[in-house]
C-alpha cells in the first residue's frame, strides 16, 4: 500500500509540473507592450488582433504575428487570436 501511495504521489507531482510548464509556456508567446502612445502585440503563432472601445466597437483589426494600434488615453479591449486560443487583455492608456 505504501509503495502504491509514493507512486501515486509521484504521478501527481510529475504531471502538475508539466502543466505549470505548459501554463508558463503560452505566457511566454504572448506580449503585450506600449511604445509611447502605440500598443504593440506580438507572438509567433498569433493570427490576427483586434482592438476594441470598452462599448464594444471595433477600432482596428491586424493581421499577422506583429501588430500596433495608436491609441488615445482610455480603457480598451484587445483580442488576440494565438494559436488555438483567443486571448483577451484589458487595455488601460492614461
Do not use: H
Amino acid at each position: 500500500m505504501k509503495r502504491f501511495l509514493m507512486t501515486m504521489t509521484t504521478a501527481v507531482v510529475l504531471l502538475t509540473g508539466v502543466i505549470v510548464a505548459d501554463a508558463a509556456k503560452i505566457t511566454d508567446q504572448f506580449t503585450v507592450r506600449f511604445r509611447e502612445d502605440t500598443l504593440v502585440v506580438c507572438s509567433t503563432q498569433m493570427e490576427e488582433a483586434r482592438i476594441y472601445t470598452m462599448d464594444g466597437r471595433m477600432l482596428l483589426r491586424e493581421v499577422g504575428n506583429y501588430a500596433e494600434f495608436e491609441l488615445v488615453p482610455g480603457t480598451y479591449r484587445l483580442y488576440a487570436k494565438v494559436g488555438d486560443k483567443m486571448e483577451r487583455r484589458r487595455i488601460e492608456l492614461r
